[in-house]
Nanobody, 122 residues
């Protein structure tokens, strides 16, 4: 059974930093593309960052230069370092994974975590 488990969310003031983790169970982590999505209250889920098997990355324009996605295949874990946080970064952050990078980028990959809440206060 595949499980993606996010952690690291919380409350932070604007300008602060948080680091999220996504631990993967039941899949060959290195064989999958991974991504982070977020959903703000009243808005649709959107791609934050994606990380392909070969090391390619993609970021939403709104987070470029502030967020960094990385992965440790030995630990079956993906990370999202979030710096210079803004109130508009508030939302539930989800981990997404699947065999196709294009599917992860499109939000159509097979596996989703349950999310972790990030709240940025002004």
């Amino acid at each position: 059974q595949v499980q993606l488990v996010e952690s690291g969310g919380g409350l932070v003031q604007a300008g602060g930093s948080l680091s999220l983790s996504c631990a993967a169970f039941g899949i060959i982590f290195s064989a999958n593309a991974m991504g982070w999505y977020r959903q703000a209250p009243g808005k649709e889920r959107e791609l934050v960052a994606a990380f392909g098997r070969g090391g390619s990355t993609k970021y939403a324009d709104s987070v470029k230069g502030r967020f960094t996605v990385s992965r440790d295949n030995a630990k079956n874990t993906m990370y999202l370092q979030m710096n210079s946080l803004k109130p508009e970064d508030t939302g539930v952050y989800y981990c997404n994974g699947g065999s196709l990078y294009t599917a992860v980028v499109a939000g159509r990959a097979n596996y989703w975590g349950k999310g972790t809440l990030v709240t940025v206060s002004s």
